[in-house]
């Protein structure tokens, strides 16, 4: 990294720990790159960042930072998936506030835990008309976040959150990673179709393509990972989901309440969510 690079990157800590009242711990220039964009969220601190992914072009993610936490601390990271046609400030903004909430939910006493959103395009998170954010995900993002010494690496266990299609981005990863990589898995309003011939044509094909990337069935692929499913009584993913909920031979956390697919009620459920997220990391 360059000098002026580091420089940067040191200023901007140390204006966060000001703010903080904590005393500053400069990353090491190797390991944290300069953000692009550094603010703040309720009192998260947002840095925001873009690479060019192989698979899928340029790519934005943001890292929230807990309140009270050093740049170079070790905390569980969760990887945050937007749904269809949003983008990752998406889950920064006011439909969501997720650094309001991640603040308010360590208040609370919950354990703290990093979040990084990203965008995930159109593609529900498998390959899908030259764009494949599911390999994104793991192939790059993963590993780019562990160079800067965030807890991703393969030895490491995180956390998946996820929207809608990113609901359902979250259950296919959570099956393609395992439970030696992901150590809990919240999924809400998931983007789920019974009849193939219904999922949406798109971010699938064909009901020939559906079928192929369908986590319904598939609920052992999460065998040995904590789970959480939350949907709304009058959702319209709300059927499909009790029957992929019905699938597992285990009990699965979270349930369905009085709501919609709609903003407000993924943020009446969210801290809940939080909790068992960092319960869950923690434990």
Same mark, same amino acid.
């Given at each position: 990294?360059a000098a002026g690079a580091s420089t940067a990157a040191v200023a901007v %800590?140390?204006?966060?720990?000001?703010?903080?009242?904590?005393?500053?711990?400069?990353?090491?220039? +190797?390991?944290?790159? $300069?953000?692009?964009?550094?603010?703040?969220?309720?009192? @998260?601190?947002?840095?925001?960042?873009?690479?060019?992914?192989? =698979?899928?072009? &340029?790519?934005?993610?943001?890292?929230?930072?807990?309140?009270g936490a050093a740049p170079t601390s070790v905390l569980p990271v969760v990887?945050?998936? =937007?749904? #269809? /046609?949003?983008? =990752?400030?998406?889950?920064?903004?006011?439909?969501?506030?997720?650094?309001?909430?991640?603040?308010?939910?360590? !208040?609370?006493?919950?354990?703290?835990?990093?979040?990084?959103?990203?965008?995930?395009? +159109?593609?529900?998170?498998?390959?899908?008309?030259?764009?494949?954010?599911?390999?994104?995900?793991?192939?790059?993002?993963? &590993?780019?976040?562990?160079?800067?010494?965030?807890?991703? @690496?393969?030895?490491?266990?995180?956390?998946?959150?996820?929207?809608?299609?990113?609901?359902?981005g979250a259950l296919r990863l959570g099956g393609i990673l395992g439970p030696?990589?992901?150590?809990?898995?919240?999924?809400?309003?998931?983007?789920?179709?019974?009849?193939?011939?219904?999922?949406?044509?798109?971010?699938?094909? $064909?009901?020939?393509?559906?079928?192929?990337? $369908?986590?319904?069935?598939?609920?052992?692929?999460?065998?040995?990972?904590?789970?959480?499913?939350?949907?709304?009584?009058?959702?319209?993913?709300?059927? @499909? +989901?009790?029957?992929?909920?019905?699938?597992?031979?285990?009990?699965?956390?979270?349930?369905? +309440?009085?709501?919609?697919?709609? !903003? %407000?009620? #993924?943020?009446?459920?969210?801290?809940?969510?939080?909790?068992?997220?960092? /319960?869950?990391?923690?434990?």
């Open positions: 990294m %800590w140390r204006d966060i720990r000001a703010h903080q009242g904590d005393p500053l711990v400069p990353p090491s220039p +190797t390991r944290e790159p $300069s953000p692009q964009q550094s603010y703040w969220q309720g009192d @998260a601190v947002i840095e925001e960042h873009r690479f060019r992914s192989v =698979h899928r072009g &340029p790519t934005g993610y943001a890292v929230l930072h807990p309140p990887i945050a998936l =937007h749904g #269809w /046609r949003d983008d =990752h400030r998406v889950l920064l903004g006011q439909r969501f506030q997720l650094g309001r909430f991640l603040t308010e939910a360590v !208040a609370a006493g919950v354990p703290p835990f990093r979040i990084v959103t990203v965008d995930g395009g +159109t593609s529900y998170y498998h390959p899908h008309q030259g764009e494949d954010a599911g390999a994104m995900v793991i192939d790059e993002l993963l &590993p780019r976040l562990a160079d800067t010494g965030l807890a991703t @690496a393969p030895s490491d266990r995180i956390g998946l959150l996820g929207w809608s299609m990113g609901g359902y030696d990589r992901v150590a809990a898995l919240c999924a809400v309003s998931p983007a789920l179709w019974q009849d193939p011939h219904l999922a949406s044509r798109a971010g699938f094909s $064909s009901a020939r393509e559906y079928r192929r990337y $369908s986590v319904l069935g598939r609920q052992s692929d999460l065998d040995g990972i904590p789970v959480r499913i939350d949907c709304g009584t009058r959702d319209r993913f709300v059927q @499909a +989901t009790r029957s992929y909920v019905d699938g597992f031979t285990r009990p699965i956390e979270g349930g369905f +309440t009085p709501g919609a697919h709609v !903003a %407000w009620f #993924w943020r009446r459920v969210l801290p809940d969510q939080l909790s068992y997220l960092g /319960r869950t990391l923690s434990a």
